[in-house]
């Protein structure tokens, strides 16, 4: 699973720098989807135009909530994302589904176990009455409690500080 052109990428270790090694060796790549799980884990999934001499045309891109690198993923196609998580933690009721071969993957020194990111006393950055349990783990602002950063200013929809809205 080891390929040099995923390493490469890898290795900008940040998620801005690997987007310009992308533009730098590929040419155009499409943003497919950004997915986050709880506070600290986001999934950055592209499509390269160009992809050889990667050996498969969709990347994923986990990275830590400062855009650190933590692996590269390659696939023929594009994993649902349950589906990559219960490949990751297999043992959590909520994820599910078949993951496509991975082609080639990649790690840097940000990697770490992503499925201590889900454990009930996971570490947050956000106060308790102000977080909520993320689908399969982790943490998630709560949306529409009083006084929560997270509230819309009034007489909007709520939602994040992001513009989500609350389920």
């Not at 709880?38 to 992809?51: A, I, N, P, Q, T």
């Not at 043992?91 to 078949?98: A, C, I, L, N, T």
Request: proline content about 7%.
């Amino acid at each position: 699973m080891m390929n040099a052109s995923v390493q490469a990428l890898a290795d900008a270790m940040d998620l801005g720098s690997l987007l310009q090694e992308i533009r730098d060796r590929h040419g155009e790549f499409d943003l497919l989807a950004h997915w986050k799980q709880g506070e600290f884990h986001h999934d950055v999934v592209l499509r390269v135009h160009r992809f050889a001499p990667l050996p498969a045309p969709v990347l994923v891109v986990s990275t830590n909530c400062n855009g650190g690198v933590k692996e590269v993923l390659c696939f023929g196609d594009v994993p649902e994302r349950y589906a990559l998580w219960h490949h990751r933690c297999p043992g959590v009721p909520e994820f599910s589904g078949e993951l496509p071969s991975i082609a080639a993957q990649a790690r840097t020194s940000h990697y770490f176990d992503p499925c201590e990111l889900l454990a009930a006393d996971a570490r947050s950055e956000l106060r308790p009455e102000f977080r909520e349990r993320d689908v399969g783990g982790g943490w998630r602002p709560r949306c529409g409690q009083a006084g929560s950063p997270f509230d819309a200013e009034p007489g909007g929809a709520r939602g994040s500080a992001k513009g989500e809205t609350c389920s």
